[in-house]
């Protein structure tokens, strides 16, 4: 399995497979099938909502490089007549600069550092993007799903629901006949904002917000992604953020962190260790949850499976999907391919060879002859 391992990673690194789950079934008998927000997946590698997902162009490219799923860019919630209580999300800012950031335990990995926030396009841009993604994800091309940052309110003030009820309805009209998936996005530039500083604003949010959404799609078949943030606060209120979250079909965890001093959101190996370790300590502490989702330095196969054993169903990945491309293992090929090759096949840090070495540690069982991705999600013992 090996040396088919080092000789795959080698030949499709000129030419990717279509279907690379396919190939890894076919050939290593094992089946990478996941989910995101209840859709089965061929794979559980997916697009972060970001600066990645801002066109039609850009959809296509992932399609045909076979990515699982693919989160459209944020945008800010608006009114009837324009309004946009979060109308500072809205800024325009293109540059984004590739840093390497040393994490606390001396590690390096990359970040992307940028100073823009949501959508800073017409809302009707937007609707044609989401018209595209509906006929993606029916056509059973790509999932592509919409993102919103709907209005955050302080304690006492009541939501904004005309905001809530216009800018759901539009995005259900322009999605079309079939569940709407859905992402509603706790910022992390929002981590920053003063806005995020008080325990009880946050969690009265995440009570009420998905229950907002909610009635603004007024009946229309819908599946809720809440995106969770992290906060300035400790790992415990991190799992108390967990607890908050009412009536969510997926928990997304956790958007970047923020460094104070430089006023940006950053990634790294601080973000994914944070993560984890939340992720991990919410699983032994046995609390319910909705289906997870990872987020954060997912730079690697074996990144995805820890994500995986600590109960993520699929991950969402950026800032691996862009990287220089003297970075990448693979010659040719768009970003998204080069990244799903060195993420699927890499001989020592790709899935299939950690999924192997989970089997030959006696931590993963084959099934009907197959291991199976989802099988680490849900298994305690893994
Ligand atoms: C440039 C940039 C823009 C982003 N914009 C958004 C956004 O609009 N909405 C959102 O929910 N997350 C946004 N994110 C967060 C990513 O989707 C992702 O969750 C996060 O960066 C962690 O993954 P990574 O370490 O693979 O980058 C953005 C990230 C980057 C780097």
Redesign the pocket.
């Known amino acids: 399995m090996r040396e088919r391992l080092a000789a795959d990673f080698e030949r499709l690194g000129r030419a990717m497979p279509r279907d690379p789950a396919a190939h890894v079934r076919e050939t290593y008998g094992i089946d990478l099938t996941a989910r995101y927000l209840g859709f089965d997946l061929p794979h559980p590698i997916g697009?972060?909502?970001?600066?990645?997902s801002l066109n039609s162009d850009q959809l296509t490219t992932d399609r045909e490089a076979g990515l699982a799923f693919v989160?459209l860019?944020?945008v800010i919630a608006e009114d009837q007549a324009g309004m946009r209580s979060m109308g500072a999300w809205a800024i325009h800012e293109s540059r984004?600069k590739m840093e390497q950031r040393t994490a606390s335990d001396g590690r390096t990995s990359w970040?992307?550092t940028?100073k823009?926030?949501?959508?800073d396009r017409p809302f009707e841009d937007y609707l044609a993007l989401v018209r595209d993604a509906g006929d993606l994800t029916r056509d059973g091309a790509l999932l592509a799903v919409p993102?919103v940052?709907y209005h955050l309110p302080h304690l006492g003030e009541p939501f904004r629901s005309a905001e809530y009820r216009h800018t759901t309805s539009r995005i259900v009209e322009a999605w079309g006949a079939s569940v709407l998936p859905l992402?509603k996005?706790?910022?992390?530039t929002l981590a920053g904002d003063e806005l995020a500083d008080e325990r009880e604003r946050i969690l009265r949010w995440l009570r009420e917000v998905p229950g907002e959404i909610r009635s603004a799609a007024a009946g229309a078949p819908l599946r809720l992604g809440i995106?969770l943030m992290n906060a300035r606060f400790d790992d415990g209120f991190q799992q108390e953020m967990l607890a908050a979250v009412r009536e969510a079909d997926a928990l997304?965890c956790?958007?970047?962190l923020w460094d104070a001093g430089t006023r940006v959101?950053y990634?790294?190996w601080d973000?994914?260790e944070r993560n984890l370790r939340v992720l991990r300590s919410a699983r032994a502490a046995g609390m319910r949850l909705p289906p997870l989702v990872g987020?954060?330095?997912?730079?690697s196969g074996r990144l995805v499976l820890d994500y995986a054993r600590a109960g993520c169903e699929s991950?969402?990945?950026?800032?691996?999907?862009?990287l220089p491309l003297a970075e990448y293992p693979a010659a040719v090929g768009s970003r998204t391919q080069r990244a799903l090759h060195a993420l699927f096949f890499h001989p020592e840090e790709g899935l299939v060879a950690g999924m192997l070495e989970l089997e030959r540690s006696g931590l993963l069982h084959r099934n009907g002859g197959e291991l199976r991705f989802l099988d680490l999600c849900a298994s305690e013992a893994a």
């Open positions: 697009k972060g909502s970001g600066q990645l989160v860019k944020t984004m970040t992307v940028w823009g926030r949501g959508w993102s940052k992402e996005d706790f910022s992390p995106k997304v956790f958007n970047r959101a990634g790294g973000l994914s987020t954060g330095n997912v730079c991950v969402e990945l950026h800032t691996f999907f862009q």
